[in-house]
């Protein structure tokens, strides 16, 4: 009887508590007839929501998500949010059904300059306040989603600054004249940032995804939130499923956190100090990076991974998991992204 009440006071007070991750899924088309890398079908999409149903997850909205994570308090165990980046057309076409049927809430960044100028390929104002009675949020992907971080030749910090912030301003007002004021969410075109950005942001007031993988947790820099992208290869729910359910890594410390490289550095060194590793064994961590594998070294509570061979030219992510003790059949992920440039500071889409 006394063994009994130990383990169950084990359990209840929990050695460990679960800790509040929250994955977000990450979509562009809906459709069949769209470039299948940015692309999930109606029958897809709804196996997804399908499947976050029968799995018990709580699916939430960015906004009570951010307030959850800002107080303290805690989100259901299994806790995700769906985003849909670019607002095609199709999304609407596709999806409506599939939207109306679940009722779950979820964001779409837009762009709205590319709406003006593109009607025919981007869903119009009306039909995103159609999907706002159905769980939509509508929140800013820049103006024209372009490579935000790059600067015009010659052009001076200050005046890229305030081309930035023009765009991102801009973009805001027109969303809030045509839908009303929405929460400042922003989702980096591409997933790309640099400081410089993040910064700007901030200041201006908004939190913003990236396109690096991972859960979302209190420990993720409000300018750098990762996301899980769902379309293509990732939409298999078998490989989708260990992503929901992933835990994020009590990250108090990470280097470098300028993810853009200098033109001499293509094998950066990735260090990450945590809070502690109590719930895993440092030595089943796995680290991934365009197809290295690499093995983190550690000091104390902290891990270092070092690439060896080029990063290319573009993004990429230094990816790294490690299964949970407590927590059967769950992992640990964190992800780091980097962007190498071309002679000409330049890289692809
Ligand atoms: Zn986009």
């Excluded at 939509?136 to 052009?155: D, G, L, P, V, Y």
């Excluded at 075109?189 to 993040?198: F, K, V």
């Excluded at 929901?244 to 300028?258: G, T």
């Amino acid at each position: 009887m006394r063994f009994m009440l130990i383990i169950l006071a084990l359990v209840s007070c929990g050695a460990w508590s679960a800790p509040n991750s929250v994955a977000i899924l990450q979509y562009h088309h809906i459709g069949d007839d769209t470039p299948r890398v940015t692309s999930v079908t109606a029958q897809e999409l709804e196996a997804h929501f399908a499947w976050l149903k029968e799995n018990d997850f709580v699916v939430m909205s960015l906004v009570e998500i951010q307030q959850r994570l800002a107080s303290g308090e805690n989100l259901p165990e299994y806790t995700a949010a769906i985003t849909i980046d670019d607002g095609w057309r199709n999304v609407y076409r596709n999806g409506l059904a599939v939207f109306k049927k679940y009722q779950y809430p979820f964001t779409i960044f837009v762009n709205p300059k590319l709406m003006a100028e593109a009607p025919t390929q981007y869903m119009s104002w009306q039909q995103l306040k159609e999907l706002q009675k159905y769980g939509a949020s509508i929140a800013n992907h820049s103006n024209s989603h372009w490579h935000m971080t790059w600067r015009k030749s010659s052009e001076p910090t200050e005046a890229w600054r305030e081309r930035v912030r023009n765009d991102v301003v801009e973009a805001q007002q027109l969303i809030d004249e045509h839908l009303g004021e929405q929460a400042k969410h922003f989702a980096y075109p591409y997933g790309e940032y640099d400081e410089a950005l993040q910064e700007i942001l901030e200041q201006a007031g908004f939190i913003a995804f990236a396109q690096h993988s991972g859960p979302w947790s209190a420990a993720s820099p409000l300018t750098a939130i990762p996301r899980f992208p769902a379309s293509a290869q990732y939409a298999s729910i078998e490989t989708l499923a260990t992503k929901l359910k992933s835990l994020a890594l009590p990250v108090v410390d990470y280097h470098p956190q300028q993810p853009l490289l200098a033109a001499d550095n293509n094998t950066p060194e990735v260090v990450v100090e945590l809070a502690n590793t109590d719930d895993f064994d440092k030595n089943q961590m796995n680290c991934f990076a365009s197809g290295q594998v690499l093995q983190p070294t550690w000091q104390a509570n902290r891990f270092r991974v070092s690439l060896t061979e080029a990063l290319p030219i573009g993004r990429s992510r230094v990816n790294c998991t490690v299964p949970s003790k407590s927590y059967n059949w769950r992992f640990y992920w964190y992800s780091h992204p980097f962007i190498r440039a071309d002679q000409q500071g330049r890289w692809p889409d």
